[in-house]
C-alpha cells in the first residue's frame, strides 16, 4: 500500500512539473536581440531609431537642470517634450557600450529601451517641460552614482578605485558627497 501511494506522488510530481514554466515574465533584454535573433546589427543601430520627430503636442527641467544616469530594470521609457530642449541619451549593453544622443525639441519623442542607462538634461538657460511614460506598473529606477558611491553600507574603495580606474581619495571624495538631503 505505502509503494502505490508513493508511486502515485512520483507520478503526479512527474506530470505536474511538465506543465510548470519558472521564468520572468519580463525578461530584460536589449533592443538589439528578440527571441535570440538581431532585430537590427548593432554596427547600423543611430539614435534616430529611437527618435519620432514632431509630435507637437502642446505642453519640467529648470534651466541646465538633469536627470542623472538612471536605470528601469523592468521597463522601457517614453519622453514627450512639451517645451523648452533637452539632451537626452542610453548607453548600450556590455560589450557595445555605445552611447546614443539626440537635442529633443518641442513636440519630439524619443524611447528609452528597457534597462538600459539613461540621462535627461536641459541644454538651454530657460525651463524645460517634459512627460515621461513607462511601460510598466512597477519600472523599478537606479540612480546610478547614488547607487554606486551613496549605498548605505559603502562598496568597499578598493573595489570601486579598480572599477573607475581612479585613486582611492576620488572614491572618499565621491562617497562623502552623497547624504540624505542631496
Known amino acids: 500500500m ?4 508513493c508511486c502515485v506522488v512520483v507520478v503526479f510530481l512527474v506530470l505536474f512539473s511538465l506543465c510548470v ?15 535570440g535573433l538581431f532585430c537590427k546589427d548593432p554596427k547600423l543601430a543611430v539614435a534616430e531609431d529611437f527618435y519620432l520627430a514632431n509630435f507637437n503636442k502642446p505642453g519640467d527641467y529648470a534651466p541646465m537642470g538633469l536627470n542623472p544616469p538612471h536605470t528601469h530594470p ?4 517614453i519622453l514627450i517634450i512639451l517645451e523648452g ?15 546614443f544622443t ?49 549605498s548605505k553600507a559603502p562598496i568597499y574603495d578598493d ?3 579598480k572599477a573607475f580606474q ?11 558627497q552623497f547624504w540624505m538631503e542631496n
Not at 21 to 35: C, K
Not at 74 to 77: H, I, N
Open 166 to 176: 581612479v585613486d582611492k581619495k576620488v572614491v572618499d571624495y565621491l562617497q562623502s
Open 21 to 35: 514554466s519558472a521564468t520572468d515574465p519580463g525578461s530584460l533584454q536589449d533592443f538589439f536581440f528578440v527571441n
Open 159 to 161: 573595489v570601486l578605485a
Open 85 to 99: 530642449t533637452l539632451h537626452v541619451g542610453f548607453v548600450t549593453s556590455n560589450p557595445e557600450n555605445k552611447l
Open 74 to 77: 523592468r521597463t522601457s521609457e
Open 102 to 150: 539626440k537635442v529633443l525639441y518641442k513636440g519630439d519623442i524619443f524611447v528609452f529601451p528597457v534597462g538600459l542607462i539613461h540621462f535627461q538634461v536641459n541644454v538651454r538657460k530657460t525651463p524645460a517641460v517634459a512627460i515621461a511614460a513607462l511601460s510598466s506598473q512597477n519600472p523599478g529606477v537606479i540612480t546610478i552614482a547614488n547607487a554606486v558611491f551613496g
Open 2 to 5: 505505502k509503494n502505490s501511494k
